[in-house]
């Protein structure tokens, strides 16, 4: 997507859609492509005819499997739920007015992967996976001191805790798309995306042949050198392939007074 700030749209021409690029990635063999900012410069090598000297995502990657990092609750937007597992094998949990202090262990080579927390009053016994990108992990317990899950249907859905959570000034407003790639098999005819200092995003767009497109959830921007990051929580939406209580995940990068908005489809999470 490319946006100019509403108040200074200018009659420009439509480039290629990235919609066509992400089509015609796999049959150029770039197979191996989790990161937004990955995505982003293969993207950019198919609109400027580059493809077949681009290296990113040529050879498979393996999937990540050790769940080390800081991870908040996106399966309930009323609640804060915070996990924090370290490389000593230690976990804490804050659930918004409480922290439990555990120790955890893991059982990788299979999937799901095995996990087990014990806090205080006995220990848990899960399972878990991580999505590609290792931004997204599901987890499914069962009572304390009970017998592990079977299965990992219906798990609660957690994404890595970003490192800087403030608004930058430069995106606060609206945008206005002058060039944009397909959300579905129908692309919009009109795109906006708003950003606001209190972290809360909103995209409306509109179809030919289908309803008004409107999604809104709060946005933490996490900065990368000369691009940001977008870990999104959608909040309520009217379209089905982003529904509610969906993390969706993207690239933003300025240039002058333009800003161009990656959403990779792999990045999106339906729970």
């Not at 606060?172 to 919009?188: D, H, I």
């Not at 999104?232 to 509610?244: E, G």
């Amino acid at each position: 997507f490319f946006f100019q700030a509403e108040d200074g749209i200018r009659d420009q021409p439509r480039s290629r859609g990235l919609g066509d690029v992400y089509k015609r990635q796999p049959y150029k063999g770039h197979w191996g492509i989790r990161e937004s900012d990955e995505t982003f410069e293969v993207s950019l090598a198919f609109l400027e005819g580059r493809e077949e000297k681009c290296q990113i995502g040529r050879a498979l990657f393996p999937m990540p499997d050790r769940p080390f990092g800081s991870w908040d609750n996106c399966g309930n937007i009323s609640a804060i739920e915070r996990y924090v597992f370290t490389e000593d094998w230690k976990v804490t949990l804050f659930d918004g007015k409480n922290t439990k202090h555990g120790i955890f262990r893991i059982k990788t080579g299979r999937s799901p992967n095995y996990i087990d927390i014990e806090f205080p009053e006995g220990v848990y016994y899960g399972l878990y996976a991580l999505n590609a990108c290792g931004d997204n992990i599901a987890l499914k317990f069962g009572s304390v001191n009970e017998k592990r899950p079977t299965n990992i249907r219906y798990p609660v859905y957690y994404y890595k805790t970003p490192k800087e959570a403030k608004m930058p000034d430069e995106l606060v407003g609206s945008w206005k798309a002058t060039s944009f790639a397909n959300l579905s098999r129908f692309g919009p005819s009109e795109f906006t995306v708003t950003f606001t200092k209190d972290h809360l995003c909103k995209m409306e767009g509109k179809f030919k042949v289908l309803p008004n497109l409107l999604i809104e959830g709060k946005c933490l921007i996490e900065k990368e050198s000369d691009s940001y990051k977008m870990h999104m929580l959608i909040h309520s939406s009217n379209f089905d392939v982003y529904k509610a209580n969906n993390y969706l995940g993207g690239l933003l990068a300025m240039k002058a007074d333009q800003l161009l908005f990656v959403i990779p489809p792999t990045s999106v999470l339906h729970l």
